[in-house]
């Protein structure tokens, strides 16, 4: 079992930032790929990035490339959605998610409200 609690999530003008951050627990959550989803009002939930915890394998949606930002620290089992130049599309709740593959989520965490207002 892996426990995911994200954190960080707030309201920006836009054009502002926000960093989330998601605190993983559990005997095995280091053998996952770390994903980020959003899920808009009204909307699918969709991927936003992914990293493994070595730091590798960083993969973003094109509606987020060269705006956000995905590292991870292995000292303190959490991984980090940096968001920066933000839009008011990019209002949503944002989960962090345990991947067993690129596209299989495993385990998903509560999520945390993001709000960009124009």
């Known amino acids: 079992q892996v426990q995911l609690v994200e954190s960080g999530g707030g309201s920006v003008q836009a054009g502002g930032s926000l960093r989330l951050s998601c605190a993983a627990s559990?005997?095995?959550?280091?053998?996952?790929?770390m994903g980020w989803f959003r899920q808009a009002p009204g909307k699918e939930r969709e991927f936003v990035g992914r990293?493994?915890?070595?730091?590798?394998?960083?993969y973003y949606a094109d509606s987020v490339k060269g705006r956000f930002t995905i590292s991870s620290d292995n000292a303190k089992n959490t991984v980090y959605l940096q968001m920066n130049s933000l839009k008011p599309e990019d209002t949503a709740v944002y989960y962090c998610a345990a991947m067993s593959t690129s596209s299989k989520v495993d385990y998903w965490g509560q999520g945390t409200q993001v709000t960009v207002s124009s």
């Open positions: 559990g005997r095995t959550f280091n053998s996952y790929i």
């Open positions: 990293i493994t915890w070595s730091g590798g394998w960083i």
